[in-house]
Structures are given as structure tokens and as C-alpha cells.
């Protein structure tokens, strides 16, 4: 149900990294597979020198084997004397390869030489199954499925790795050049920089797509009864769009719709399934609806929630260069500390002050045309996260503090731009460190954990690719232009309370959902018409001059603190002892810990 893209072309210039891309569909696609596979099967034949040899066309053991054959004999040590009696040569290669020690051979080697044996003579005649049917019973007997088990999952696979972890520290140098460039000593860093950080997706996700919103329902989630009201809906509603468009829910069956929600949403819908668990048909088990999964622009805002939580205090007002007292000389009174209230205010101030940090923290870096690019985001990477000095200067730890909340947060956003979901796992797994440090009940800490629980080990490779590219929507087009999909929702529930504002007093059940159904169209309509007759659109961002006073205000309040000149013992009186990164506050023993009673909590709900 997914289509397939063949990439036969090359980058069109240094910065875009994108590709000609020719859509085949299934059948043309495997055509091409299986004329590929047959030119590299005729350059296998060419470079060896292969002879037809009919010794091997006898009835051996893997052939004449019955069931009673090999639930009685013992079937490894007959397949080695029949080696030993047909073809002793092939027998002595194959033991040379598997025994180190001759005088050490053990049982396990014998084995594995008689399934090596097994599997070239069932690659030439597929009758010669005896040791095939041996494993399909074991796997039968031991009750094999397609379930990871628990004792197989390493909390450590939730913690990024060293590869990882240098892959991320790449990232962010990119994401640290692009906030410099704009400075004029360092213009030349914009011909350095990749315009969009590539990914194996890219040309998939710079696809326009298109949003439906459904009508408004008049139910609380906060009720079982309206939760499962609302699953049945849902149910109702995608059987009627795949029987209009296939004909039947053949299709709907095999795949089924992913659901996402916030955080709240994931956990009351996903109540609703499990009170539903042992209905009789699919539709009374919402089968169709899963999985359900938290969705990203709400864990980036309470993420920046957090970072407001740690950074952002009242009685600091008095403390040159703290965040707060920035926000009042700066007068965005929009900020107030209540992430939820105003995200957008929230985010513009935390990044226009770690982008004057930035500025700052390459003051004595020296001024020329041209230089290396790595030397100079490494030197600022270095100095900016406090790597060369220790953590004893406060005031150096609280910017290097507030940088890290602020470039996680602008990884975020670049991930979704670029819909880039090879970096969202990343992401979860830095982010599940962020929540942890902060409180060890975490609620979104958990739903970190269950995204890479869900994507990594749990869904199908087919399912797993579903859920990665529906947190994304590209209603542009383009590279760079994707948004996470509940924002998306967030801006389609603004428009219907519009429309429905709109409808005055009085209004119908009726009314409401008709209208709201169509809002998203009625916007369209209205966008259009705007842009044939040149009226520009409302928006309450700054404007580019308004923010560049503000960020040439505040470099010059922070050089007065000397943010990253070291000076031991130095403190803000609010934030007396913080630490430097706000990650490292408990231990990795400690987190790995934390993440395995999550495992197991997650399984068991399961």
C-alpha cells in the first residue's frame, strides 16, 4: 500500500541533496529486481569457473527420512557418515572450516557441520528437507512467535551508544554553524553547511500530502464510556472510507490505521482497547485502530516546559543574564513561565538567548573570509558545552545548561522539518534522558521509552515504517517543509472552533459537526483568495528587524556576565548548585535501571 521509490539519479547540487527519483509501481519494480538479479547472477557465473557434477543426485537421509526416522535415530551423526561414505572430500573442507582443534571437537561443531551440509544439499534439490522439518517442529514444540521476550530486550538499547552519540554531536555542529552564519564574520559558514541534513528518507518525506479532518464528536475523554464511543467512531468511519475505496476491508484488515494522541490521549484510548480485549470480532476489539502512539510536538513542549521549569525563576530578576531577567529587559511579557499557554513565545525567547551565547562563545575565534569548518564548530561545540574546564564556575554551568535544553529543542524541530525518522529514535532516546534527569516519574519519560519499545522491537518492519513517517505531515511540499502531525492538528482544531465561533448563539449539534467537517476546506478557499488579491497573512512572530535588536541587546548584557570566561566559585544566587549538563544529573546505572521497570511495566500492559 506504500510506494516505491527507485532512486536512479544523483545529488543536483552541494547543498540540497536531492535526488531524480523514478516511481515505479510493484509490478515494474520487481521486474527490475529480477532482471538485477539475473545480470548479477550471469557476473557470479563468469568469474567462477562452475561444472555440472551429478555426484550428489542420490537418495540420501535428508531425502528418505520419515518422522519416526527423526523422532528415533539420531540424525546429526547419520549425516556425517554419510558424508563420510558419499563425499568425504566435501567433509574434511567442511570440518578444516568449523573445528579450530581437532583434538577439541565437540558436539556443537559436529552439529553445525551436518546443518552446513543440510543447507547446500536443500539449495540444490528442496526435497532434501529433513533438517528444515527438524527446526519447524522445535520452533512448534518451543511455542515460537513473532513476540520479542522480555529477557531479550537490554534497557542499554534504550541509551544511545558511542556511534550514536557521535552521529548526534555531528548534528548539532551543523545546527550550531546555521545559528552563526547570520553573523557577518561568519557568512561563509552558509557555502560550508548542508541546506537540509540528509537522511535515507528524504526524497520520500519532501512529498506534498494531503490532511482530512474528521467532524467534531461531543464526547469526554476523560469518561470510559465516551473513550470507547469514541474508538467506535473511529471504527465506524475507516470501514466506511475502505469499503467505498477498495470495495471491502480486505486492505484495512492486513494493515490496519495508526492512531496517535498526546500523551493523555495515548493512555485513555489505549484503556479503551484493553477494556474491549476479549470481544468477539475485530471491530468490537478496535483491531483495525493500532497501534496507538504518542505523538512529538507534545513531548518537544513539555520538554521546553521543563527547561523553563529548571532555568526560569522569578526571584532571579535581580541576577544579570538570567533567563528571567532577559525576558524583562527584552519586554516579552508573552513569556510568563506557562509553556502551555504561549509555546511559540516561550520557544523564541530560549533560542534567541542561546543563539547570543552562541555568538558570544565564537568572540575569539579570528576573523577571516574563510576557514576550516569543523576546527571552528568543534572549538565552539568544546566551549559551549563546558568541555575543557571543570564544574565549579555555576554561572558557566547554568548557560552550558541552557544551551543543551535549547539545541535539543532545535534538533526536534529540524528533525521534523526534514521528517527524518532515523534521528526521531535518537531523539526519543536523548530525550528519555532529559525527562529522567528531571523526575524519575516522568510521565513523558515513559511515553519516550514505549516509542522505542514500539518501533524498535515490537511492530513489524512494515508497521514500524507506518508509524516513523505518520508523525510527519507535508502539506507544502518541498524539502524542509514537513510538521509534526498533532501541530498540524492542533492548527485544523483552531480553524473549527473558528468556523463554529462563527455560527453565534444558538447553534445545533448538527451545525457544529457539519461545519467543522468542512473548516479545513473553507480555509482553503479563504487562503486562496487572500493570496489572488495580495493580502498578507496575520502571524504573531516577530518581525526579522525586531528580532535582530533583541539579539544585539542581549549579546551585549551577556558579554557583560563573561558567560563562558571560567572563574571559579562563581554562582546566581538562584541557581546556586547546577549542574552543567542537565542529563547528567543521575547516573546511567540509574536511568538504565529506571528504563528496565518501564519495560517491564509497558510489557505487562501490553
Request: hydrophobic share 35%; proline share 2%.
Given at each position: 500500500?506504500?510506494?516505491?521509490?527507485?532512486?536512479?539519479?544523483?545529488?543536483?547540487?552541494?547543498?540540497?541533496?536531492?535526488?531524480?527519483?523514478?516511481?515505479?509501481?510493484?509490478?515494474?519494480?520487481?521486474?527490475?529486481?529480477?532482471?538485477?538479479?539475473?545480470?548479477?547472477?550471469?557476473?557470479?557465473?563468469?568469474?567462477?569457473?562452475?561444472?555440472?557434477?551429478?555426484?550428489?543426485?542420490?537418495?540420501?537421509?535428508?531425502?528418505?527420512?520419515?518422522?519416526?526416522?527423526?523422532?528415533?535415530?539420531?540424525?546429526?551423526?547419520?549425516?556425517?557418515?554419510?558424508?563420510?561414505?558419499?563425499?568425504?572430500?566435501?567433509?574434511?573442507?567442511?570440518?578444516?572450516?568449523?573445528?579450530?582443534?581437532?583434538?577439541?571437537?565437540?558436539?556443537?561443531?559436529?552439529?553445525?557441520?551436518?546443518?552446513?551440509?543440510?543447507?547446500?544439499?536443500?539449495?540444490?534439490?528442496?526435497?532434501?528437507?529433513?533438517?528444515?522439518?527438524?527446526?519447524?517442529?522445535?520452533?512448534?514444540?518451543?511455542?515460537?512467535?513473532?513476540?520479542?521476550?522480555?529477557?531479550?530486550?537490554?534497557?542499554?538499547?534504550?541509551?544511545?551508544?558511542?556511534?550514536?552519540?557521535?552521529?548526534?554531536?555531528?548534528?548539532?555542529?551543523?545546527?550550531?554553524?546555521?545559528?552563526?552564519?547570520?553573523?557577518?564574520?561568519?557568512?561563509?559558514?552558509?557555502?560550508?553547511?548542508?541546506?537540509?541534513?540528509?537522511?535515507?528518507?528524504?526524497?520520500?518525506?519532501?512529498?506534498?500530502?494531503q490532511v482530512f479532518t474528521l467532524k467534531i464528536m461531543f464526547k469526554d475523554e476523560s469518561k470510559n464510556e465516551d473513550c470507547l464511543n469514541i474508538m467506535s467512531d473511529y471504527e465506524d468511519q475507516i470501514i466506511e472510507l475502505y469499503?467505498?475505496?477498495?470495495?471491502?476491508?480486505?486492505?484495512?484488515?492486513?494493515?490496519?490505521?495508526?492512531?496517535?494522541?498526546?500523551?493523555?490521549?495515548?493512555?485513555?484510548?489505549?484503556?479503551?482497547?484493553?477494556?474491549?480485549?476479549?470481544?468477539?470480532?475485530?471491530?468490537?476489539?478496535?483491531?483495525?485502530?493500532?497501534?496507538?502512539?504518542?505523538?512529538?510536538?507534545?513531548?518537544?513542549?513539555?520538554?521546553?516546559?521543563?527547561?523553563?521549569?529548571?532555568?526560569?525563576?522569578?526571584?532571579?530578576?535581580?541576577?544579570?543574564?538570567?533567563?528571567?531577567?532577559?525576558?524583562?529587559?527584552?519586554?516579552?511579557?508573552?513569556?510568563?513561565?506557562?509553556?502551555?499557554?504561549?509555546?511559540?513565545?516561550?520557544?523564541?525567547?530560549?533560542?534567541?538567548?542561546?543563539?547570543?551565547?552562541?555568538?558570544?562563545?565564537?568572540?575569539?575565534?579570528?576573523?577571516?573570509?574563510?576557514?576550516?569548518?569543523?576546527?571552528?564548530?568543534?572549538?565552539?561545540?568544546?566551549?559551549?558545552?563546558?568541555?575543557?574546564?571543570?564544574?565549579?564556575?555555576?554561572?558557566?554551568?547554568?548557560?552550558?545548561?541552557?544551551?543543551?535544553?535549547?539545541?535539543?529543542?532545535?534538533?526536534?524541530?529540524?528533525?521534523?522539518?526534514?521528517?527524518?525518522?532515523?534521528?526521531?529514535?535518537?531523539?526519543?532516546?536523548?530525550?528519555?534522558?532529559?525527562?529522567?534527569?528531571?523526575?524519575?516519574?516522568?510521565?513523558?519519560?515513559?511515553?519516550?521509552?514505549?516509542?522505542?519499545?514500539?518501533?524498535?522491537?515490537?511492530?513489524?518492519?512494515?508497521?514500524?515504517?507506518?508509524?516513523?513517517?505518520?508523525?510527519?505531515?507535508?502539506?507544502?511540499?518541498?524539502?524542509?517543509?514537513?510538521?509534526?502531525?498533532?501541530?498540524?492538528?492542533?492548527?485544523?482544531?483552531?480553524?473549527?472552533?473558528?468556523?463554529?465561533?462563527?455560527?453565534?448563539?444558538?447553534?445545533?449539534?448538527?451545525?457544529?459537526?457539519?461545519?467543522?467537517?468542512?473548516?479545513?476546506?473553507?480555509?482553503?478557499?479563504?487562503?486562496?483568495?487572500?493570496?489572488?488579491?495580495?493580502?498578507?497573512?496575520?502571524?504573531?512572530?516577530?518581525?526579522?528587524?525586531?528580532?535582530?535588536?533583541?539579539?544585539?541587546?542581549?549579546?551585549?548584557?551577556?558579554?557583560?556576565?563573561?558567560?563562558?570566561?571560567?572563574?571559579?566559585?562563581?554562582?546566581?544566587?538562584?541557581?546556586?548548585?547546577?549542574?552543567?549538563?542537565?542529563?547528567?544529573?543521575?547516573?546511567?546505572?540509574?536511568?538504565?535501571?529506571?528504563?528496565?521497570?518501564?519495560?517491564?511495566?509497558?510489557?505487562?500492559?501490553?
Amino acid at each position: 500500500d506504500h510506494a516505491h521509490y527507485n532512486i536512479n539519479g544523483s545529488p543536483s547540487n552541494d547543498h540540497d541533496h536531492e535526488y531524480i527519483c523514478k516511481l515505479l509501481t510493484e509490478e515494474e519494480e520487481e521486474e527490475e529486481d529480477g532482471q538485477e538479479c539475473i545480470d548479477r547472477t550471469k557476473t557470479i557465473i563468469d568469474m567462477l569457473t562452475i561444472t555440472s557434477n551429478k555426484d550428489y543426485d542420490y537418495a540420501n537421509l535428508l531425502r528418505t527420512s520419515t518422522q519416526t526416522d527423526m523422532s528415533e535415530q539420531d540424525i546429526f551423526m547419520a549425516i556425517i557418515q554419510e558424508m563420510k561414505e558419499r563425499c568425504p572430500s566435501l567433509l574434511d573442507t567442511l570440518i578444516s572450516v568449523c573445528v579450530k582443534d581437532k583434538e577439541k571437537v565437540t558436539v556443537r561443531q559436529i552439529t553445525s557441520v551436518a546443518v552446513a551440509y543440510s543447507c547446500l544439499m536443500f539449495s540444490r534439490n528442496n526435497k532434501n528437507s529433513a533438517i528444515q522439518r527438524v527446526l519447524t517442529l522445535l520452533a512448534v514444540k518451543g511455542d515460537a512467535n513473532d513476540e520479542v521476550r522480555l529477557q531479550d530486550i537490554d534497557a542499554e538499547m534504550f541509551v544511545l551508544n558511542q556511534c550514536e552519540t557521535v552521529k548526534m554531536i555531528d548534528v548539532k555542529k551543523v545546527l550550531i554553524g546555521r545559528l552563526l552564519c547570520d553573523s557577518e564574520e561568519f557568512e561563509w559558514l552558509n557555502r560550508k553547511l548542508p541546506q537540509h541534513i540528509p537522511h535515507r528518507y528524504s526524497d520520500r518525506m519532501s512529498k506534498k500530502q494531503q490532511v482530512f479532518t474528521l467532524k467534531i464528536m461531543f464526547k469526554d475523554e476523560s469518561k470510559n464510556e465516551d473513550c470507547l464511543n469514541i474508538m467506535s467512531d473511529y471504527e465506524d468511519q475507516i470501514i466506511e472510507l475502505y469499503t467505498k475505496a477498495y470495495g471491502n476491508t480486505d486492505m484495512l484488515d492486513r494493515h490496519g490505521v495508526v492512531l496517535g494522541g498526546d500523551m493523555l490521549t495515548r493512555e485513555r484510548l489505549q484503556n479503551a482497547k484493553n477494556i474491549r480485549h476479549l470481544a468477539l470480532t475485530p471491530r468490537g476489539r478496535f483491531q483495525h485502530l493500532a497501534p496507538v502512539t504518542c505523538e512529538l510536538w507534545h513531548v518537544k513542549q513539555d520538554l521546553l516546559a521543563k527547561a523553563y521549569k529548571a532555568l526560569y525563576k522569578q526571584e532571579s530578576l535581580g541576577q544579570c543574564g538570567t533567563l528571567f531577567h532577559l525576558k524583562t529587559v527584552l519586554r516579552r511579557t508573552n513569556a510568563n513561565g506557562n509553556v502551555k499557554s504561549n509555546y511559540k513565545a516561550h520557544e523564541e525567547l530560549l533560542l534567541l538567548i542561546v543563539k547570543a551565547l552562541i555568538r558570544i562563545a565564537a568572540d575569539d575565534l579570528p576573523h577571516s573570509s574563510e576557514q576550516n569548518r569543523e576546527t571552528v564548530l568543534s572549538h565552539i561545540f568544546s566551549k559551549i558545552y563546558g568541555l575543557n574546564c571543570s564544574n565549579d564556575d555555576f554561572i558557566y554551568n547554568y548557560y552550558c545548561n541552557l544551551i543543551t535544553w535549547g539545541l535539543q529543542i532545535i534538533n526536534m524541530s529540524d528533525t521534523a522539518k526534514e521528517g527524518d525518522t532515523e534521528r526521531l529514535i535518537l531523539n526519543m532516546k536523548e530525550n528519555a534522558e532529559f525527562f529522567y534527569s528531571n523526575s524519575t516519574m516522568s510521565k513523558y519519560f515513559t511515553e519516550c521509552v514505549n516509542t522505542i519499545l514500539q518501533v524498535n522491537f515490537l511492530l513489524s518492519p512494515h508497521t514500524r515504517t507506518r508509524v516513523l513517517e505518520g508523525a510527519f505531515v507535508n502539506t507544502k511540499g518541498g524539502n524542509g517543509q514537513n510538521k509534526e502531525a498533532d501541530l498540524v492538528q492542533e492548527h485544523a482544531i483552531r480553524n473549527q472552533k473558528d468556523i463554529i465561533r462563527g455560527l453565534g448563539a444558538n447553534k445545533t449539534e448538527t451545525a457544529t459537526r457539519r461545519a467543522s467537517g468542512s473548516a479545513n476546506i473553507i480555509y482553503k478557499i479563504g487562503d486562496n483568495v487572500d493570496k489572488l488579491l495580495n493580502i498578507p497573512k496575520q502571524t504573531t512572530s516577530h518581525t526579522k528587524k525586531t528580532t535582530s535588536k533583541d539579539l544585539d541587546l542581549a549579546v551585549s548584557i551577556l558579554r557583560k556576565v563573561g558567560p563562558f570566561d571560567y572563574v571559579k566559585g562563581r554562582k546566581f544566587d538562584s541557581f546556586k548548585e547546577i549542574p552543567k549538563n542537565p542529563k547528567r544529573i543521575v547516573k546511567r546505572k540509574d536511568l538504565v535501571g529506571g528504563i528496565h521497570k518501564k519495560i517491564q511495566r509497558l510489557f505487562l500492559n501490553c
